[in-house]
């Protein structure tokens, strides 16, 4: 059992930056692949980034967004600059046993998201 609570959603002009964090309860975060997805009206959910030991990021996210964690702290970040309107979405944080995975199906544990809404 793992709890994730989301924030740092907002909203922000095109070009701009926001850091969502992402709180999880437990005593074994370290040994969790800690994963930000995200969920725009009338899409798919689709993976943002992940990060085990490595990183992955989504092809239209790459040098703009950023995965980091803090284990001490229990907490996973998603700092992202020059936002786009096709950013606009619910952006969930999620996690899972090793190894690292990019399908939503593969994570046990979800937040209930935070809405990051970009203005163009």
């Known amino acids: 059992q793992v709890q994730l609570v989301e924030s740092g959603g907002g909203l922000v002009q095109a070009g701009g930056s926001l850091r969502l964090s992402c709180v999880a309860s437990?005593?074994?975060?370290?040994?969790?692949?800690m994963a930000w997805f995200r969920q725009a009206p009338g899409k798919e959910r689709e993976i943002v980034a992940a990060i085990s030991y490595s990183t992955h990021y989504e092809d239209s996210v790459k040098g703009r967004f950023t995965i980091s964690r803090d284990n001490a702290k229990n907490t996973v970040y998603l700092q992202m600059n020059s936002l786009k309107s096709e950013d606009t979405a619910v952006y969930f944080c999620?996690?899972?046993?090793?190894?690292?995975?990019?399908?939503?199906?593969?994570?046990?544990?979800w937040g209930q998201g935070t809405q990051v809404t970009v203005s163009s």
């Open positions: 999620a996690a899972k046993m090793w190894p690292l995975a990019t399908d939503e199906q593969a994570y046990d544990y």
């Open positions: 437990g005593r074994t975060f370290s040994t969790y692949v």
